[in-house]
T-cell receptor, first 112, second 112 residues
Framework: GENVEQHPSTLSVQEGDSAVIKCTYS??????FPWYKQELGKRPQLIID?????GEKKDQRIAVTLNKTAKHFSLHITETQPEDSAVYFC???????????FGTGTRLTIIP | DVKVTQSSRYLVKRTGEKVFLECVQD?????MFWYRQDPGLGLRLIYF???????EKGDIPEGYSVSREKKERFSLILESASTNQTSMYLC???????????FGDGTRLSIL
């Protein structure tokens, strides 16, 4: 089955700097890669997703890049703000397999 | 907006009790999932269902069962609760075809 590894497990950045979280996956059939943000005491919420027919997707300060050959994808947050502090999860699945496989999460802390 | 509703935010039960956690979604999604979330272990899949009366084991099904009698409702059952089942339980639903997955607010279950 699919295996998703996520790094780093914790990340601290100064407010205004950029943050990058990386994930690798094992199943070459995977073609859908969402990212979730979970604030303390709240539900995980989808912040961005990418399908394998594109290499990059951007939404304001958030972007995701995908390298299918190397089987890794990354979340990039620019101009970080205190409200970006949360746990971020990556995940992967493929068409016909409706079960998402999640990474173990990255706790991001933005230092004011 | 997709709404996934879990019946309780907090629940306290005693060891040996039979515990029911209920989840309802309002988007006619075929797929529903139960996860448990523990510090440092990320989101671990307990069971999922891709159709009414259908279920599949996830990564950690031991000690749990599920029921899906109606498309919108997915129940997690702890047959005989034990203290190691104290955790945060998250329900999620998802449409078919690599659609985003949506989570409920979670139930923090304590087994005393």
């Amino acid at each position: 089955g699919e295996n998703v590894e996520q790094h780093p497990s914790t990340l601290s950045v100064q407010e205004g700097d950029s943050a990058v979280i990386k994930c690798t996956y094992s199943d070459s059939a995977s073609n859908y890669f969402p990212w979730y943000k979970q604030e303390l005491g709240k539900r995980p919420q989808l912040i961005i997703d990418i399908r394998s027919n594109v290499g990059e997707k951007k939404d304001q300060r958030i972007a995701v890049t995908l390298n299918k050959t190397a089987k890794h994808f990354s979340l990039h947050i620019t101009e970080t703000q205190p409200e970006d502090s949360a746990v971020y999860f990556c995940a992967a699945s493929h068409f016909g397999n409706e079960k998402l496989t999640f990474g173990t999460g990255t706790r991001l802390t933005i230092i004011p | 907006d997709v709404k996934v509703t879990q019946s309780s935010r907090y629940l306290v039960k005693r060891t040996g009790e039979k515990v029911f956690l209920e989840c309802v979604q309002d988007m006619d999604h075929e797929n529903m999932f139960w996860y448990r979330q523990d510090p440092g272990l990320g989101l671990r899949l307990i069971y999922f269902s891709y159709d009414v009366k259908m279920k599949e084991k996830g990564d950690i099904p031991e000690g749990y069962s599920v029921s899906r009698e109606k498309k919108e409702r997915f129940s997690l059952i702890l047959e005989s609760a034990s203290t190691n089942q104290t955790s945060m339980y998250l329900c999620a639903s998802r449409g078919t075809g690599n659609q985003p997955q949506h989570f409920g607010d979670g139930t923090r279950l304590s087994i005393l």
